[in-house]
């Protein structure tokens, strides 16, 4: 099971549950033509789905199209439920980069049978996380900066002050729901610019100027 780091030191329990949250940037929203939503989007991957950003990573081969999603992931570290956002700001140990990978056409057809689509978004090594900086190191988390290179190509660049809901408000939301636990991540929507993933790809993911993770495409055959 993935284990984060915090600041170069292992963090006291795996993984687990990662929470996100779909269509957090309207111009993401935008160039799926979907619409924007009033409400968040929430859904669950589970902790298996968690893996190492960097060196390499692996895409699944034979099911369609996977797409990259950069986003800031957060990582929980103490219990939430019910939270304020005064709460939630205390509670946070860290910040990092994820990417929720997506079976798009894995998606696309379910959802036109009106489906579920966990599988297209909660297969084994679905989010590829970087290691983790100290949550005290943010000093406005409406302010937040993330991009992502691919094969020297700038693809995604979003800023959480873009965010249709703010990370902090998010997470209180969050807690009404779903309990959150140390270990858990939060991934908080990803910015335009989502695109297919290919064999090969050399990625380069940015947050601020506190974290890059240089990583490689590598592909997954089907069991």
């Known amino acids: 099971m993935f284990q984060p780091r915090l600041e170069q030191h292992i963090y006291p329990s795996p993984v687990g549950k990662i929470v996100c949250v779909g269509r ?4 993401h929203a935008a160039e799926l033509n979907n619409p924007v939503p ?3 989007i929430l859904f669950i991957k589970p902790a298996d789905a968690a893996c190492a950003l960097g060196p390499v990573f692996a895409v699944p081969q034979g099911m369609g ?9 957060v990582l929980i570290g103490e219990t939430l439920s019910n939270a304020s956002e005064e709460t939630v700001l205390a509670s946070l140990a860290g910040v990092g980069i994820g990417l929720d990978l997506t ?11 009106s489906l579920p689509w ?12 970087s290691d983790f900086i100290a949550a005290d190191k943010v000093e406005d988390w409406a302010d937040i900066e993330i991009s992502l290179i691919r094969n020297g190509k700038v693809q995604q660049e979003g800023n959480s002050s873009a965010m249709l809901f703010p990370i ?22 990803t910015p335009a610019g989502v695109g297919p993933l290919e064999v090969g790809d ?3 993911a940015h947050l601020q100027d506190w974290l890059v993770v ?10």
């Open 24 to 27: 957090n940037y309207a111009a």
């Open 38 to 40: 009033a409400e968040p």
């Open 65 to 73: 199209s996977v797409h990259h999603e950069l986003e800031i992931a």
């Open 103 to 113: 079976l798009r056409d894995v998606q696309d057809g379910l959802k036109a049978k």
């Open 118 to 129: 966990e599988i297209a978004k909660s297969f084994d090594g679905a989010c590829p996380l």
């Open 168 to 189: 902090i408000a998010l997470i209180a939301r969050m807690s009404r729901h779903f309990t959150l636990n140390p270990g858990d991540v939060i991934m908080t929507g």
């Open 202 to 204: 050399e990625l380069e």
């Open 214 to 223: 240089n990583t490689h495409v590598k592909g997954l055959d089907p069991a």
